[in-house]
């Protein structure tokens, strides 16, 4: 049976201040979904939340893997039930190798169990799956032996955030603007990417602002976000035409929130900023 | 049944100091040297530590007659070393409680005149060789009380003389253990490099048990002559009972290389006087530094690179992670001769600290009297960033382990710059272990 993630009217403050207003979702292993919505709507802030950033703070609602609540874990413990977020701004970690940092995330992942000092997987194996991976992903294997995103382009740190996908093989995916910033060939790249990576066995939340991610991985359902609440679901068609024609039909569909977006852009420009 | 109790010399007034000699029957230089650091050790008593150097660095706890020579009893003692037995040595030698094993080292470098033991042997048969390094050059009696009571009273250690052009390929080990409770280890280091010469010296010190008390007041002389290049490392690993004073200098000729690593793990107190000085032209230095203190421990360094020649070049990084209770002390001088043009001085300290309650203070200093140099020096402080955490944890690692890893990766940077694999692993194994990973 496939697994659920069942978003159930979650609402979230950051600093106090209410961002998301009820949002409810549901993604079954297997689909795609795209989130669009304008800066300030809480896409980012939903992104942070699933995974449990502690700085956003869930004050009503639910978010469940196959009716095991998560609120109440930690992202370490929401990774190992198989959460996994493509970081729009991927940290550095100076003097850690990208192939030992993997090489204790896949461990964990895939033994939940797991305590530190706990053996990790061997070597050898690890070595020639990672291997196998990058070049999958087009990635030169020397990345492996470099500090985790030190001194990484904009490009390779999303590719590294692509790598680390296809090693965890999470439940639930989720891409926050993977493609933003970069040009053409790298979204190419990194769409390619997780073309490869997404199928029957992982759930695909995309956030995007573009259209080019979601022409390599067709969304069952696009969801329209504003001012912290879904306010449209449709298909492939939605991202299309909210890609060719912004959002001011969304906003005329839907005074209340877009009057609620106004009055909120003047008291916080960018809320979703401070997890940067 | 028989209990024995070692009976030892009583702390080190001038009866203590006149038995002490009386069992050391060594040549008469070696005594007047005793004699004359004696002297100077008994007027330093009397005056004032540098301000400069202490005054960060708390020792009135400290009880200098708690502590005592063991007599020269063989101590049946095993230590859990970082070193021995990882990979082929050209040499080792132990000293426990003082008293030095049968030095072992490869023939061949034997028949080229290397020399390698316990100096307390070596300047009883090759005094000639010693006596123009021994206390004269790097470590001198009237540095400070504590560099004039080791040369009083040091108790043996290791010696390692590299004869004109002879290279040794492989590392030698050495290591100074403490076993019974009360010690006092005085340990010499001395290293003499003839031109272009080259070697390599691991050294370790370390407790048979964790709660025998110690004292350690040490000196490490390393005399690189001419085109010599010398890789030592001194990786400190004593209990956390163990007080641990050092006067530690290099001194550089001409176009020799000098590589150079402290390791600090151990000790309640240890405090640590590094000098390099660049003496010849083309001279240079590299030192490192790793030192990671928990629980209440106490970690100060007074370090000095000194240029006194043209086209020098010393590039210090030191890093220390800092958990719990503990503080480390960094006090940085790059120092500039007015003939040292071109000098190239580099010195850096970063601080990583793990909890609300630990401290470190960071000075880095330049004295430069030339004018035409380039000397940079910096400090940073500061704590595990958040939102390391945070991707760490999301990629499946649990907060404490995700803290390791990226202190581990904090040390990395100095681990990169040391050759030898060896040392990296034993650094990192020893960093793992304190950790709690291992």
Redesign the interface.
Same mark, same amino acid.
């Given at each position: 049976m496939s697994s659920l993630l069942k978003i159930t009217d979650l609402h979230v403050s950051v600093d106090e201040k209410p961002i998301l207003k009820g949002v409810s979702l549901e993604i079954r292993q297997g689909e795609i979904h795209a989130l669009m919505g304008p800066n300030g709507s809480g896409k980012s802030t939903l992104a942070y939340t699933l995974? *449990? &950033?502690?700085k956003y703070e869930v004050t009503s609602g639910s978010i469940e893997i196959d009716g095991v609540p998560l609120n109440d874990l930690?992202?370490?413990e #929401?990774? #190992?039930l198989g959460?996994? $977020?493509a +970081?729009q701004y991927?940290?550095?970690?100076? *003097?850690?190798k990208v192939a030992? +940092? $993997?090489r &204790?995330?896949v461990t964990?992942?895939r033994n939940?169990a797991r305590?530190? *000092?706990e053996s990790l997987i061997p070597m050898r194996d690890f070595r020639k799956e990672l291997k196998d991976r990058m070049e999958e992903l087009g990635m030169d294997v020397e990345f492996a032996r470099r500090?985790l995103n030190e001194g990484f382009s904009g490009g390779e740190k999303k590719r590294m955030e692509i790598l680390?996908l296809a090693m $965890?093989q999470p439940k639930f995916a989720i891409l926050d603007e993977t493609d933003s910033g970069l040009d053409s060939d790298a979204v190419r790249v990194v769409s390619e990417g997780l073309r490869k990576l997404a199928g029957p066995q992982m759930g695909v939340l995309i956030i995007t602002h573009h259209e080019r991610l979601l022409e390599y991985n067709v969304p069952q359902f696009t969801h329209v976000i504003l001012a912290g609440r879904i306010v449209e679901t449709g298909d492939a068609s939605l991202a299309h035409e909210l890609h060719n024609h912004g959002y001011a039909a969304v906003r005329q569909r839907h005074p209340a929130e877009a009057a609620e977006e106004q009055e909120h852009q003047k008291v916080a420009p960018k809320v979703a900023a401070i997890a940067k | 049944m028989l209990t024995v109790t070692p009976s030892r010399t009583n702390a080190f007034d001038a009866d203590a100091f006149e038995q002490f000699i009386a069992s050391r029957r060594e040549p008469e230089w070696v005594t007047d040297l005793r004699r004359n650091a004696f002297e100077i050790y008994r007027e330093l008593l009397m005056t004032e530590l540098d301000p400069e150097e202490w005054k960060r660095v708390d020792i009135r706890a400290f009880r200098p007659e708690k502590f005592s020579i063991p007599t020269l009893t063989k101590s049946v003692a095993t230590f859990d070393t970082l070193l021995a037995d990882r990979a082929e040595f050209a040499g080792f030698i132990t000293h426990i409680d003082t008293v030095s094993s049968q030095p072992k080292l490869d023939e061949e470098l034997a028949r080229q005149g290397v020399l390698f033991g316990s100096l307390s042997e070596i300047v009883q048969t090759h005094g000639d060789i010693l006596m123009p390094h021994l206390m004269t050059r790097a470590v001198t009696p009237d540095a400070d009380r504590f560099a004039a009571w080791h040369a009083a009273f040091w108790t043996g250690g290791t010696v390692l003389y590299v004869p004109r052009n002879v290279q040794i390929e492989k590392p030698l080990h050495s290591l100074i253990g403490m076993a019974t409770d009360g010690a006092a280890d005085f340990s010499h280091t001395l290293i003499i490099l003839e031109e272009g010469a080259s070697a390599t010296l691991l050294e370790e010190t370390a407790s048979a048990t964790p709660t025998a008390a110690g004292l350690h007041v040490g000196a490490v002389e390393l005399l690189l002559a001419d085109r010599s290049n010398l890789c030592y490392v001194q990786l400190q690993n004593w209990n956390d009972k163990v007080w641990h004073f050092a006067h530690q200098a290099g001194r550089v000729e001409a176009s020799a290389s000098l590589q150079w690593t402290a390791g600090a793990i151990g000790a309640k107190l240890a405090h640590i006087h590094q000098e390099v000085f660049l003496d010849g032209k083309g001279a240079a230095a590299e030192v490192n530094g790793v030192t990671f203190a928990s629980e209440k421990q106490m970690i100060s360094y007074y370090t000095q690179q000194t240029h006194n020649a043209p086209n020098t070049r010393s590039d210090l990084l030191y890093k220390d992670v800092v958990r719990d209770h503990a503080r480390c002390v960094w006090r940085g001088m790059i120092k500039v001769a007015i003939d040292a043009q071109k000098t190239d001085g580099y010195q850096r300290n970063d601080s990583l600290l793990l909890s609300e309650t630990c401290r470190v203070d960071a000075i880095p200093g330049l004295e430069i009297e030339a004018d035409d140099v380039r000397c940079t020096h910096g400090a940073t402080c500061g704590q595990v960033d958040e939102e390391q955490l945070f991707y760490c944890m999301c990629r499946g690692l649990r907060r404490v382990e995700a803290m390791h890893l990226i202190v581990e990766g904090f040390f990395q940077r100095v681990y990169d710059r040391i050759p030898v694999e060896i040392v990296r692993e034993t650094l990192g194994q020893a960093v793992e272990k304190k950790l709690g990973i291992s």
């Open positions: 995974v *449990g &950033h502690p930690d992202p370490c #929401r990774a #190992r959460m996994f $977020l +970081f991927p940290v550095t970690i100076p *003097g850690v030992d +940092f $993997l &204790h995330a964990n992942i939940p305590k530190e *000092g500090y680390q $965890l | -």
